[in-house]
């Protein structure tokens, strides 16, 4: 008698502890439930201050002064655009008017190399339009400078890349000619395009230490 007495009390203990076991489930699932819908709800928002907000996150720039070139030109000339308009000629296109309608606008590059013999020779970097290739063979025979999404369907199902000539890209022509080894280029700025890139950095390090 006394031990069935005992294996009753064990089994309604134990139920008794599977019951407590089922609540204490609920009220973490309650909570993990409540936790993740504030992780989402703060990522949602992280994601909105980041992208959609405007002058949050990422400022761009109003009125900054991008640099090109045509190809026979000695000198860069300016588009002051915004940098947060998708529209904003970075990328090289074709003059629409004026005495170099039909050219290429290429970006303007310049030469760091402190032993480029154009910087030896006349005391300041050299200034190029940044041709690349690709697109100039693509102008030449008459086609816009970006593939139609029908040619880069047919590359893709060729396995063909867009190629560019990457050394030629973004390598300083002077440099090349003297052979010497290449040295790192970059998007040509003026003064004023390097002070607002400076304001910009400052910005966006205020912004992260704000966080
Ligand atoms: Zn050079």
Redesign the pocket.
Known sequence: MAKRRSVRQTSSRKKSTRGGGSSGWKKSTGLAALLIFFIILLWVFMIYKTFFQPNSGMPGIKNFPFQFMTEDAKEPFEIVADTDDPKRPRAPFIIQEGENKGKIAWEAWV???PL????KKFNK??VFPNVIKYYKDRHEAGKPLQPTPEEMKAMEEKGEMMMFDGIDMSQ?????KYK?DA?Q?DRYNTDKGLQLLEERRKKLKEAQENK
């Not at 480029?116 to 910087?119: A, E, F, K, S, V």
């Not at 300083?172 to 090349?176: A, E, F, I, N």
């Open positions: 030469c760091r190399n480029c013999p154009y910087r970097p050299f300083c022509p002077v440099c090349k010497k040295f280029t």
